[in-house]
């Protein structure tokens, strides 16, 4: 009894012990999971932060490369960029061609034994110097038109745009192709000279067109440019599909005449410029409650009153591009004349005191003068001749020759002109 009592509690352990060996085997193997798991994250981990310090290198060279001003070489494979602390990282980087206009880079990151090497092509470097320049094409080169809901007119010559809530979209567009290739846009305006607007409110916005169009010359037959329902008078679309649903811009609805509206349209201008985007344009939207507005187009009469996009930009290294042209600076010269005698100052247009050697800052900044004298103090015992006012204002200013150029140096944004005034008669001769 006792050995058949033993017998049947071997059997009754035996299958404890064989579950207890499973869940053994079975913690064993979670165990070895989460460690392979652990190291894996880790190594993930590592790699993730060794390639974040290769993105800085690269930035870092690009940096270093965008300051020498298209001169000397930039940081090679046997001079190269470093940071050995970069977070608990490092990185190294440098120009793979140390050179040259467009050149490629290469950087290196590791982090805790774990390396990445990242490259960069087609870096262009480019010009210090920022350049200016003002779009305001005529009707030869204007590209601007408005399409009305479910016409089928176009209006490609006509000498406004006009908008309304929902059922006159105006669209225009910009040739950009006398910027170099690689030129960099810092700022982009876009600016529509408003004529009338009638009683609304909301906004306007500015959206990026995803879908090429033609102008026109809104003729009927044949029919050549853009309406409702076709992109160029054939070619069908439905206004839904022509353009991106996220505004560029956005200004206040503003009834009333005569004024500027003005457009960012940065971001827009070098998506255009670096080949991110096709360049389709721009359609302007307003919101329900805007009322209706008349725009200049580029056929109208008045030439200032045209669309334009004033750019800001960076030339890359050795190219040149378009600017706007300074206005000429006139050089200031006293000539000899048989005139009563005279006594000289400097002044600006608007200037109405007789003090000797006076400025006048432009109308929004107050009178300054360039001499703290009194009048009394330059006032000589006698007038001095016609033929000595010149050295009289260089002797008191301290100046050369009287040019513009020479004032403006000394005082900036200064404008003023050199005046010899009669003592006797009240004539006042400007002398250039």
Not at 236 to 252: G, K, R
Not at 285 to 290: L, Q
Not at 365 to 372: E, S
Request: positive net charge; aromatic residues 10%; contains cysteine.
């Amino acid at each position: 009894m006792n050995a058949q009592l033993r017998r049947a509690a071997g059997f009754t352990l035996l299958p404890v012990i064989l579950v207890m060996t499973l869940i053994a085997a079975v913690a064993y193997l979670l165990n070895r999971d989460n460690g392979i798991n652990a190291a894996m994250v880790a190594s993930q981990g590592d790699q993730d932060r060794a390639r974040y310090a290769a993105e800085a290198g690269l930035q870092a060279v690009n940096a270093d490369i965008q300051t020498r001003n298209c001169s000397g070489t930039y940081p090679s494979i046997l001079s190269q960029k470093t940071n050995s602390n970069f977070g608990g990282a490092s990185y190294a980087a440098y120009a793979i061609i140390p050179w040259g206009n467009v050149t490629s880079l290469s950087s290196t990151g590791t982090y805790n034994g774990t390396s990445v090497t990242l490259t960069r092509s087609n870096v262009i470097a480019y010009q210090l110097a920022p350049q200016s320049y003002t779009l305001q094409p005529d009707a030869a080169g204007g590209i601007d038109t408005y399409i009305e809901i479910n016409k089928t007119w176009n209006d490609g010559k006509g000498a406004v745009l006009w908008a309304g809530s929902n059922y006159d979209i105006p669209m225009l567009k910009f040739d950009l192709s006398m910027f170099p290739a690689g030129s960099l846009p810092l700022a982009a305006t876009l600016s529509l000279f408003q004529l009338s607007g009638s009683n609304g409110s909301g906004t306007k916005s500015i959206h990026r067109m995803t879908a090429n169009w033609v102008e026109g010359t809104g003729t009927m037959n044949p029919k050549d440019g853009a309406t409702w329902f076709t992109s160029d008078g054939s070619a069908l679309w439905t206004f839904a599909s022509i353009y991106h649903l996220a505004a560029l811009a956005s200004v206040p609805y503003i009834a009333g005449s005569s004024f500027w509206e003005t457009y960012d349209v940065t971001d827009l201008a070098a998506a255009w410029m670096t080949g991110r985007y096709a360049n389709f344009g721009v359609l302007l939207m307003m919101s329900p409650a805007a009322g209706a507005i008349k725009y200049a187009s580029s056929d109208a009469n008045t030439a200032a009153s045209w669309p334009k996009l004033d750019f800001s930009y960076l030339l890359p290294c050795g190219a040149t591009g378009p600017t706007n042209t300074p206005p000429p600076q006139r050089r200031l010269r006293l000539r000899r004349s048989r005139m009563p005698p005279l006594m000289c100052w400097l002044a600006g247009p608007q200037a109405r005191t007789s003090s000797l050697l006076q400025v006048r800052m432009p109308a929004a900044n107050p009178v300054r003068r360039l001499f703290a004298l009194t009048p009394a103090a330059y006032r000589p015992a006698r007038p001095y001749p016609r033929r000595n006012c010149a050295s009289i204002c260089r002797q008191r200013s301290g100046m050369g020759p009287m040019t513009m150029e020479s004032i403006a140096s000394r005082r900036a944004g200064l404008k003023a002109r050199l005046v010899c005034q009669s003592l006797t008669t009240p004539v006042r001769r400007w002398l250039h």
